[in-house]
């Protein structure tokens, strides 16, 4: 969950977009970057799950048959297509080591 947090947040401005790719690339320190943990990420994860969108078990999250899906629909028509592609590129190298180390400021 802490993962998708610091995604979500971080991937809401084109400055905190290019802000977590100079970090991620370590052209930037890791205390540049403020992230908040969200209530609104639990409720979305919390109505994906209901709805049948996402499966859980415990900390991980995956899309289910529906939610890949609609998540290929919402690509298809563009919806949130600069965000999208920043979760491509950033997804890859936030592993839950490095975001971990983040979220802590330290050196990754």
Do not use: C
């Not at 209530?39 to 109505?47: G, K, L």
């Not at 899309?63 to 290929?72: F, R, S």
């Not at 600069?82 to 180390?101: C, I, N, P, S, Y």
């Amino acid at each position: 969950m802490q993962k998708v947090h610091f995604l979500a947040h971080l991937s809401r401005t084109a400055a905190s977009r290019q802000l977590t790719r100079d970090v991620l690339a370590r052209t930037r320190e890791a205390k540049d970057l403020s992230i908040r943990v969200e209530p609104w990420i639990n409720r979305a994860a919390a109505f994906a799950i209901a709805n049948g969108y996402v499966s859980s078990s415990g900390k991980q999250f995956q899309l289910t048959e529906l939610g890949n899906k609609a998540a290929a629909v919402l690509q298809k028509e563009g919806v949130l297509a600069v965000e999208f592609d920043f979760l491509q590129t950033v997804g890859k190298l936030a592993t839950e080591q490095v975001v971990e180390h983040i979220m802590k400021m330290e050196d990754f």
